[in-house]
């Protein structure tokens, strides 16, 4: 059966992993975090200091190229235009208000450069402009991430649509 892969993206913080997990153990699909695949495969090419943040190899990303040619795989990544455009079927930028955002982050204890950072990166849309600008404007939906119900509504929707395109595609 041909199964659908997913790419869930937005800032750390706003909901991509609860949400994928989630998603996971209510379809058939399968998540996996980048960071864990990374650590698997040791897609990492340093750490970078200044953000705090490990830094991905992009060109071994490609290695991820054979778990999504078997579909059917949730993908939650804080970016995405190195990934290839023809892995997804459809792309979700999760959005959460910037208050929100703070307090979450805050109690990840991230440095105030790092929150600081983050919060901007949600404040100017840099994840949605990325995923629009590396995906074909119509797999790109934008969701709001800021309480349980929407967390429920957004699984609704996106259960709804992995039933219409595993009817649509077999
Ligand atoms: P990400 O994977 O994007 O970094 P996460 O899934 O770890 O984010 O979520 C960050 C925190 O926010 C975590 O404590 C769970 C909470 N959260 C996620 N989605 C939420 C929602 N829709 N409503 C309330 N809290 C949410």
């Given at each position: ?15 991509k ?15 996996d ?30 290695e ?13 990544y ?8 023809r ?7 999760l959005?959460t ?8 982050l ?7 450069k ?18 629009m ?7 790109v ?30």
């Amino acid at each position: 059966m041909r199964l659908p892969n997913i790419l869930l993206t937005g800032t750390p913080g706003v909901g991509k992993t609860t949400l994928g997990k989630e998603l996971a153990s209510r379809t058939i699909l399968k998540y996996d975090n980048v960071g864990d695949l990374a650590r698997e495969g040791q897609l990492y090419d340093g750490f970078d200091e200044e953000y705090e943040c490990a830094i991905l190899d992009e060109d071994r990303v490609v290695e991820l190229e054979n778990k999504m040619k078997g579909g059917g795989v949730i993908i939650d990544y804080h970016g995405c235009d190195f990934f290839s455009e023809r892995w997804f079927h459809i792309v979700f930028v999760l959005q959460t208000d910037n208050s929100v955002l703070y307090t979450r982050l805050e109690k990840r204890g991230y440095s105030v450069k790092k929150l600081q950072d983050n919060v901007q990166c949600e404040i100017f849309q840099i994840l949605y402009e990325e995923a629009m600008a590396s995906y074909k404007p119509e797999v790109v939906h934008w969701l709001p991430s800021n309480v349980p119900e929407e967390l429920e509504s957004n699984l609704d929707q996106i259960i709804k649509w992995i039933e219409e395109w595993i009817k649509d595609n077999n």
